[in-house]
């Protein structure tokens, strides 16, 4: 885990847009949102590098990922709510994955394989429900019926 996820978030004034080359991430629903220099972000391990799942781990949000990131599950599906021209797209084995997905949207991506490739203002949505619910070493996930 880098050094972002043992400090709390910072601020980010969410009434402007980011700065240029600032790339700024929102996670919902718990609203976090984090802002670095497009290229600066360590790679972490987690996913592709500058995956949500990458940009997640680096800041200390949770995102299940059952399968490390390898795209062998569909434990860190998204739904990505703004930013989709700013990244990669979904290759033949997310595609073949996320078939698999519970709650498919036209906007679901898998967390470990949707690459930002640009600076920007993206929001993805963690959904409420997850298949892996208590992950050694991480919280459960809270459902609200």
């Known amino acids: 885990m880098s050094e972002h996820a043992q400090n709390p978030l910072p601020e980010v004034d969410l009434s402007k847009p980011p700065a240029e080359n600032l790339v700024r991430v929102t996670f919902q629903p718990e609203n976090k949102t984090v802002e670095f220099p497009f290229g600066s972000l360590p790679y972490d391990g987690h996913g592709q590098p500058m995956s949500f799942l990458d940009v997640a ?8 990922h059952a399968c490390g990131g390898v795209s062998a599950c569909t434990t860190c ?27 498919l949207q036209l906007n679901s991506r898998l967390g470990c394989q949707c690459v930002i490739e640009k600076p920007g203002a993206y929001v993805a949505e963690i959904p409420a429900w997850n298949k892996n619910y208590v992950q050694e070493g991480k919280p459960a996930a809270v459902v609200k019926s």
């Open 57 to 64: 781990e680096n800041y200390g949000i949770f995102l299940d």
């Open 77 to 103: 599906h998204i739904f990505l709510k703004e930013g989709e021209k700013g990244v990669s797209e979904a290759e033949d084995l997310e595609l073949d994955r996320l078939d698999l997905a519970p709650g």
